[in-house]
């Protein structure tokens, strides 16, 4: 399986409406994915190692798809839309990464 | 539900065994954890936001859990063991945030 991560750094002073990113944001991108997106999951940062530290990542989510190919055919058609809607919810500049990603229950 | 993200920031030339992480090293975690661990997942770095690119990632691990008190309580016992096992992988500093996470299949 293939995770493509999106994360938002912590910046001092800078927004980010968590709310807003999981009931309008998230549930956009799937549907505009379509199903090269099989499943999401959304992170909010809470801490760093040590409780009460500021965290490294203030959001996250990740999309989990079969494989890179069928995700950039994907989000190349969609992803001025997507970009689009980022103001609405922080100014912080997104970074992405892809995974091959296992599992153990 | 809380994720606790362990994550190895790619370092040109510095190694990183995912074989032994994967069969060794993450099943240890688990078992040492015990039920402070229900489950994990890990991510092998394949790209940054262009194919071919270099991950900001090399790897990471997440470690879902009921809370981070439940966590802290039964990591702050066997953390001595589980960092010893690092040098057998790799020689990068893992970073270590908590995460609250919501998802949607």
Known sequence: MIKVSISYKYEENANFDHAYYSAQHLPMVKSLLGDACIKYEI???VCGP???SA?????????YTESTEKFYQ???AVQ???????????EI?????????SASE
Chains 1, 2 share one sequence.
């Open 93 to 101: 500049t997104p970074a992405m990464q892809v995974n091959e990603v």
């Open 43 to 45: 992170d909010k940062g």
């Open 80 to 90: 001025k839309e997507i970009l689009r809607d980022v103001k609405n919810y922080t």
């Open 50 to 52: 040590m409780p009460g």
């Open 55 to 63: 965290p490294d990542i203030i959001a996250a989510c990740h999309l």
């Open 74 to 76: 994907a989000f190349s």
